[in-house]
């Protein structure tokens, strides 16, 4: 489930909050505004495009004794 940060306009207060409901009302828990705006992940925008690539050589194709070149049976 989405947790989203949200930064409250009054008092700056931070602060998490599960969101079920996009249309659901945010209350800040420290002064009850609901002038909170959402923050993006901040870990999340690092500046490097951190791109997973896949695992490197896939090895297909047998290589044990039995995967067909060697005719062990
Ligand atoms: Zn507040």
């Known amino acids: 489930m989405p947790i989203y940060e949200y930064v409250c306009e009054d008092c700056q207060a931070q602060f998490e909050k599960i969101v079920i409901n996009k249309q659901q009302e945010i209350t800040c828990p420290k002064c009850a505004s609901k002038k909170a705006t959402i923050q993006l992940s901040v870990f ?9 690539s896949s695992s490197g050589s896939s090895s297909s194709g047998g290589g044990g004794c039995c995967g067909g070149g060697c005719g062990c049976h």
């Open 44 to 52: 999340a925008t690092a500046g490097n495009g951190s791109s997973s």
